[in-house]
Every structure is written in structure tokens, then in C-alpha cells.
């Protein structure tokens, strides 16, 4: 590699961007506390949001309400976290080698307590026969839907978002100033499509905290729950080794990259 080369990929490495979160060490508020806090808020947001939105019969409703509300807390919120805001991603951008794992420990807590939160504010927000009607705005199975598949579904869907995720923020030679309407276009188009049929989660965070609030008030909260854990995050797995092995710019290629990471 020449000196010119290294040069240049120590100056990407030293642009913020929305989704790399390894900040230079300014203070631990800064570069964990801080990140952690943003991750929080944004996931109580989001899981407010589309649950709020389950109101709607309308599905392009339902799927832009998550989209735009992704799109606008990456722009709001990514410069501090990344804007995550979702496990699989978190996971999908650790494999990528752009987040610390402790880090990315504290990221998957932080979004999992900020999905109960938005959840119990829709509870204490929506009259309770609109609440049990829509049961509180968590995913089910659609008619006749095979957990399996419905697994192979979360698994695609999920692949999407957080390999786009991958590509517009994270690989310096793709990412771009578009990133959070790529990554809220993901999220929309996902849910169009696969809303009727597994919920499109892609989250499992957006899928624990209606579960377990609406417990109390809707029979078969937790029915076929773990669809929503097993495909989001082999998705987030698939889209990172994706990434790492084949798509990532040669720096961070495992294979035929310039040298290991």
C-alpha cells in the first residue's frame, strides 16, 4: 500500500459519519454515556411511533410512520449513537467492525429498556378499547403464516435494512449525506412488504416492549415471540458477514482485503 493510500484511509477512519461510533476519546460522557442515552431515547421514540401508528388501517401509513421516524432520528440523533436504535443493526455494524462490543453491549440494553418505555407511554396514552383493539401495536403472525418462514421472512427483511444501513453509513466508499432516507426507505418498502405477514419487525427491541406491556390487557402477547429475536438478528449476522466478506472497501475486507482487521 502506498503512503498516499494509508494516508487516505487514515482520513476516512477520522470522519464522523452517522453509523461509526468510535469517536476519539474526549471523555467518557462523550463516548459512552452520551451514545448510550441518544440510543435509549431514539428506541422509546421509535416504539411510540409505530405503535401509535398501528391506529391506522392503512399499511402505507403504518410504514411510513416507521420510516420517516427512523430517518428523522438518525438525522437528529446519529452524529451522537450512530442512530442505531434497533439490536440487529447494532449487531449487523459491530461485525462490520465500526462499534466496540462493550459499547454495543450497553447499545442492545439501552434500545431494549427504550422499546418498554415507548410502549408504556402508549399504553398510558390510548383509551383502552383502542389499545386492546390494536393490541397495543405488537407484531403477530399473519393468517395461516408458518413460524419458520415467518423467521425466513424477518431474516430478508432484516438483511435489507441493516445491509443498507452498512453500505450508506459505514463502508467509506459508498456512504453518503442520503443515509438516513436510504436507511428510512428500507425500513417503509420492508414493512409495505412484509407487514401483513410477520409484522416486518426488524427489530427485536420495536417487538419486546409492546409484548411484554400489552401482557396484562391482550391474550398471546407473547405468541411465536421468538420469530422476532431469531430473524432480526440473523439477518443483522448475515448483512454484516456480507459486509466483512465481500462488500466492505479493502481496508475492511476480510476477504481479499489489503490486510487483516
Not at 190 to 196: A, H, K, L, T, Y
Not at 236 to 241: D, E, P
Amino acid at each position: 500500500m502506498s503512503d498516499s493510500e494509508a494516508e487516505k484511509i487514515m482520513s476516512d477512519s477520522e470522519t464522523e459519519n452517522l453509523i461509526n461510533t468510535e469517536h476519539s476519546p474526549t471523555g467518557g460522557f462523550k463516548t459512552i454515556v452520551q451514545p448510550i442515552l441518544a440510543e435509549f431515547v431514539g428506541a422509546c421514540v421509535f416504539v411510540f411511533i409505530g405503535c401509535m401508528a398501528s391506529q391506522n388501517n392503512l399499511l402505507t401509513a403504518v410504514a411510513l410512520a416507521h420510516g420517516l421516524t427512523i430517518a428523522l432520528l438518525i438525522i437528529g440523533l446519529g452524529g451522537i449513537s450512530g442512530g442505531h436504535f434497533n439490536p440487529a443493526v447494532t449487531l449487523g455494524v459491530t461485525l462490520a467492525g465500526a462499534i466496540k462490543p462493550v459499547l454495543a453491549l450497553g447499545y442492545f440494553i439501552a434500545q431494549v429498556l427504550g422499546g418498554l418505555l415507548g410502549a408504556a407511554f402508549v399504553r398510558a396514552v390510548l383509551p383502552y378499547d383502542i389499545y386492546v383493539t390494536t393490541k397495543g401495536g405488537r407484531h403477530s403472525l399473519g393468517k395461516g403464516v408458518d413460524p419458520g418462514w415467518a423467521i425466513f421472512g424477518e431474516v430478508i427483511l432484516t438483511t435489507v435494512l441493516v445491509f443498507t444501513v452498512l453500505m450508506s453509513s459505514v463502508n467509506r466508499l459508498t456512504k453518503s449525506k442520503l443515509a438516513p432516507l436510504a436507511i428510512g426507505f428500507a425500513v417503509a418498502v420492508d414493512i409495505m412488504s412484509g407487514g401483513p405477514t410477520t409484522g416486518a419487525s426488524m427489530n427485536p427491541a420495536r417487538a419486546f416492549g409492546p409484548a411484554v406491556v400489552s401482557f396484562a390487557a391482550v391474550s398471546g402477547s407473547f405468541d411465536n415471540h421468538y420469530v422476532w429475536w431469531v430473524g432480526p438478528l440473523l439477518g443483522g449476522v448475515i448483512a454484516g458477514l456480507l459486509y466483512r466478506c465481500l462488500f466492505a472497501s479493502s481496508d475492511k475486507r476480510w476477504i481479499t482485503g489489503d490486510r487483516p482487521v
